[in-house]
């Protein structure tokens, strides 16, 4: 890396003023949210296809477009997560050309979340924070309180109280401090505001939200690594704050700026789940003006955000690459979650569903052509959210240790292949 810095400043994205680097993430003229900004033509040259393909197959190869100074020292193998071509289920939604990524498996907590939280830890380190927190619907609990754990830093992550067990437990046993409170993610998120202006925390989706947020990109960045360097025509992402399919359309256009990729046409298309669909409710009325859901109702609690803090600018990505917004019932979650596994052999948890059974239909109205490339973003592991799914994929087959009991159940079917 040369001695220049890749990433040079905070910027508010609605009037352009310059920050420093700090723990601060909202304009102090506008209340414009702060977004990285970097010198991209020192990127340029130090960023090759051929200098990225020697790195390590983690998140960090993308290093020079990550909002941090140094080293990761927070999650330096997260990332790199498979690109799967999936054949069966293409065939059994009618499509010629599609690919899931996988982050189910993304190293060390099951979901996408502990890219952003790779990123914001690495720069609470080099901030000074001893003590970092967050506001979260599970998964970034999960993620910041192992992050945390392994990192040496005290951590405080703050959850409704109703979430999944899966989702609470896969945030105690990392001995951080969980914290539930009686009332909707909003509610919470309110709390951690306050929170942070009272104490020295590193809230890494509040004060240090700039950082976190960037480190979604990495998703993107890997789709089009993984495609062999291109973008795909179409990309669906499901959205909780949004901020996920914002930065997956920053990282295409980052990509074409620095010259790894050509710049062809490409949609990315949001979905949601109905008990909690304020952004693509308002993509569909044609507004940017994100109606709140004051109380969220659906199987999918990691999406459940009722004031989407990015939603704004995910109906402007979706816009600007003529992208589309879709929700489903949770009954089409669960058949979506079912088909993924029966088809590909992958378990994703309640906002996979969302994202397959929401490429479904638009696939079915035509809004994505059978033909054309798709790749479904599929952020976190089912295990976390069994009790979504328990008792909707049948019952075990209870036999004692019989061979004639087998026999009977199912050697008329296993016939075929008698030895
Ligand atoms: C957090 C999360 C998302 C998306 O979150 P955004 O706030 O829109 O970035 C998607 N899927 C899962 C499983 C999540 O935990
Ligand atoms: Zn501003």
Not at 118 to 146: H, K, M, P, Q, Y
Not at 242 to 263: D, R
Not at 272 to 300: F, L, N
Request: charged letters at 20%; hydrophobic letters at 40%; one cysteine or more.
């Amino acid at each position: 890396m040369s001695d220049r810095p890749f990433f040079s400043n905070l910027r508010c994205r609605e009037c352009g003023r310059l920050y420093p680097k700090e723990a601060i993430h909202i304009c102090e003229f506008d209340f414009g949210p702060l977004e990285a900004a970097y010198d991209y033509d020192a990127i340029r040259s130090s960023m090759t296809r051929q200098a990225v393909e020697a790195r390590p197959r983690s998140m960090w190869r993308y290093r020079e477009l990550l909002p941090v100074d140094g080293a990761p020292t927070v999650g330096a193998q997260v990332g790199f997560t498979p690109l799967v071509r999936a054949s069966n289920l293409a065939a059994r939604l009618g499509v010629a050309d599609l690919f899931i990524k996988n982050d189910t498996v993304n190293y060390p907590t099951l979901s996408f979340k502990d890219r952003v939280v790779s990123v914001a830890l690495t720069r609470a380190r080099e901030l000074g924070f001893d003590v970092v927190a967050c506001a979260s619907t599970g998964n970034l609990a999960n993620s910041v309180a192992a992050n945390a754990a392994s990192a040496k830093l005290k951590s405080y992550v703050l959850i409704p109280a109703d979430l999944e067990q899966g989702k609470v437990l896969g945030s105690l046993v990392y001995g951080t401090q969980v914290v539930g409170i009686h009332g909707p993610y909003d509610q919470v998120n309110r709390l951690c505001s306050e929170i942070a202006q009272k104490y020295h925390v590193g809230f890494v989706n509040v004060n240090l939200r700039p950082y976190y947020a960037e480190g979604s990109k990495t998703m993107g960045f890997e789709i089009m690594e993984q495609l062999g360097w291109r973008i795909p025509r179409h990309t669906v992402v499901c959205m909780a704050s949004g901020s996920l399919l914002t930065k997956i359309h920053k990282a295409y256009s980052e990509f074409i700026k620095i010259g790894l990729v050509e710049e062809v046409p490409y949609s990315i298309h949001g979905a949601q789940a109905h008990g909690c669909c304020p952004i693509s409710t308002a993509m569909k009325r044609g507004s940017d003006i994100v109606k709140p859901v004051a109380e969220p109702k659906t199987i999918v609690k990691s999406l459940a955000i009722g004031t989407p803090a990015d939603g704004y600018y995910a109906i402007h990505s979706m816009r600007q690459t003529e992208g589309v917004a879709e929700d489903c019932t949770d009954e089409e979650v669960l058949e979506g979650i079912r088909l993924l596994a029966s088809t590909e052999g992958i378990f994703a948890e309640t906002a996979g569903g969302v994202t397959v059974a929401c490429a479904k239909k638009l696939i079915d109205s035509g809004r994505i052509p059978r033909n054309e490339s798709i790749v479904l973003c599929i952020t976190g592991h089912g295990l976390k959210t069994q009790e979504a799914i328990v008792g909707n994929c049948g019952e075990p087959q209870l036999i004692s240790p019989s061979l004639r009991e087998f026999d009977s159940r199912f050697g008329e079917e296993l016939g075929a292949v008698k030895k």
